[in-house]
């Protein structure tokens, strides 16, 4: 095209026989070249206008009886590439693995959406992200009006960074800050948090939320995904280690409690199904609250009803020692009707507020009848005392001695030789004397009916039917029957039944 625009001026183009060309030939092979090199007429119509118009005169000048006409004509060309240079301007096609994006104006575009897509996949993913596929770009002419605009192509690469995010997405649990686990899906990770409320959740429950604070937010991993029951048994884990212990040989109920830093009365309300005075090897005790990762409290509506108790009067009754009491008239209980709400933190009652109460039933009264005459000094109190201080070196329950596994009925305290054996509580003497492997032995029957046993004595200081008080020193310490060495065997008797002296003694 450049050719035929930058010929001499006054010198017409010729045919290959020499002959030269007309004014109407020359704007035919104008317009061939024209629609059969589209990149090159954009040029020749954006950087060489004022050679056309000099091309036009310089052929009006030529053949003036052609003039006129190839004046139009050329004019003509001129207009279409002026129109052309203004609607349509040099492009890129832009493919991505041979699948078409669009059409740009600068390859810099494409290259600016990229690194856009890319810096917010690296925040997103957590690691170094990279689009995918081979760009590739031809140029072309393109209608300014049909040019891909920057953020659709931002676009294209994002959809291809979400289908990337899609297939590494996972739903994570944080709880109180501290992560637990992830899930594939969030449907899954509702069912796990929804079970483990309705685990509390009864017909009364008004309401049912998770007392830890819990977290959900996207991860992008392919690591560390669990299913939805070990999701589930994560966040049930206990947090307090471990919670039970295992009885062996030589365990008491007391000795355990004080291994575990707890008192016995908690340790039996943590066990309320176990005998603590009959122990056995392999029993399972609860010695701490089991207390999940993750808790529920719940609230409910409650409508129930109780007995209220009966109202007592006392009675004076001068034949009855201080402290003694016996019902002379037995009321009845009453009942009411009580409305509450009840809040529970893992099915544990933590508060109960009482809405309403109704009487159903009036109570009707106890008549008691209470002691007032003073209790002999020799009297049982109800409590024991120690019958000697010193280091337990045997308690209660099976042990290994002899080199054989025995059961043990009471416990061994240390003594040095001679030293005071006391009476635990007030009461009667039943026996004092030798028995067999206890040796030298006191027995003391006391009001209730309880007995103590006193063993291993070197020598008695009291005899059988003899009433004796609290603290009152009845042997002294020795090594007599079956013993190892200086001690005090100490035994407590309900009913016939030995049973641990520590839970009684104070």
Partial sequence: MDEVLHKPAGRRPRQSDGRELSAQEQLGLLARRVVTDWKHFYQWARFHGRRVIHTVHDLAGGNRATGPVTFL????????????????????????DEDTLGVVSDQAVVADAVAQVERRGTEILGHDYQVEGQIGYDFTLSLRSELTQPDQVENYFLEQL?????????????VNGVAVGSVEEMGALESVLDQLKG?????????????????????????????????????????TGDTTYTVVKGDTFNAIAYANDMSVS??????PGIDINRLMIGDVLNVKEQIPLLSVTTVDDVTYTEPIACPVEEVKDSSMYVGDSKILTQGTEGEA??????????????????????TLREPTTTV????????????????YSWPIRGRITSYFGGRNI?????????????????????????????FAGYKGSYGYLVIITHDNGTQTYYGHNSSL????????????????????GRSTGTHCHFEVRVNGTSVNPLSYLS
Avoid: C, W
């Fill in 73 to 96: 004509a050329v004019s003509g060309a001129l207009g279409l590439a002026l129109t052309v240079s203004t609607l349509y301007a040099p492009a890129y096609t832009v493919t991505v």
């Fill in 162 to 174: 979400s289908q990337v995010a899609d297939g590494l997405r996972r739903y994570q649990v944080s």
């Fill in 199 to 239: 685990q509390y959740v009864n017909e009364n429950t008004i309401s049912a939320e998770f007392v830890d604070d819990i977290q959900v937010e996207d991860v992008y991993s392919e690591e560390g995904q669990m299913t939805a029951e070990e999701l589930q048994t994560a966040l049930m884990a206990n947090t």
């Fill in 266 to 271: 908690d340790l039996k309300a943590l066990n």
């Fill in 337 to 358: 009707q009580v409305h509450a709400q009840v809040t529970y933190v893992n099915g544990s009652e933590t508060q109960r507020e009482i809405l309403s109460s109704t």
């Fill in 368 to 383: 008691k009848a209470v002691g007032t005459k003073e209790k002999p000094k020799t009297a049982s109190t109800g409590s």
């Fill in 402 to 430: 002899f080199g054989s596994y025995s059961y043990h009925s009471g416990i061994d305290i240390s003594a040095s030789y001679g030293a005071a054996i006391k009476a635990a509580d007030g009461g009667t003497v039943t």
């Fill in 461 to 480: 200081l009291v005899s059988a039917g003899q009433k004796v008080y609290k603290g009152q020193q009845i042997a002294k310490a020795g090594s007599t």
